[in-house]
């Protein structure tokens, strides 16, 4: 009975460090803006180390009038178009790869144009852990 008493204290200690999200990004990067327009893309890998799955539900950035998690489909016409994505579940141990024509963060009224090596700063949030701030490289399509 004892042992058991142990163990339940442990666990109320051990628990909350368990359901930390373990998220990290990692080569974060921008398009520059095309002059004359005023959307932009981003893109980055994310991962998920942690021991449960997280869920990405939006963006927030200064850089832009808004923006949005894009994910590229082809529609009844076998054409691609974005649409915007409001939930994306990255399981336990898995990573997403956001890439040009692919899932993308989507910045709409850019207020600067986005300019090969500067950088561009935003956030992302989840349902289930904390935000992320992510500073992404503008870069060269590669
Ligand atoms: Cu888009």
Known sequence: MKRLQQLALAACFVLPLSVWADVTVSDAWVKPTIPGTENGAGYFVIRNDGAQAVTLSGVSSDASRAS???????????????????????????????QPGSYHIMFFGVKNPFRVGESVAFQLQFTDADALDVVAEVRSLK
Do not use: S, Y
Not at 79 to 91: A, K
């Open 68 to 98: 949005e998690v894009h994910q590229h489909v082809m529609n009844d016409e076998g054409m691609m178009r974005m649409r915007r994505v409001p939930e994306l579940t990255i399981n336990a141990d898995e990573q997403v790869v956001f």
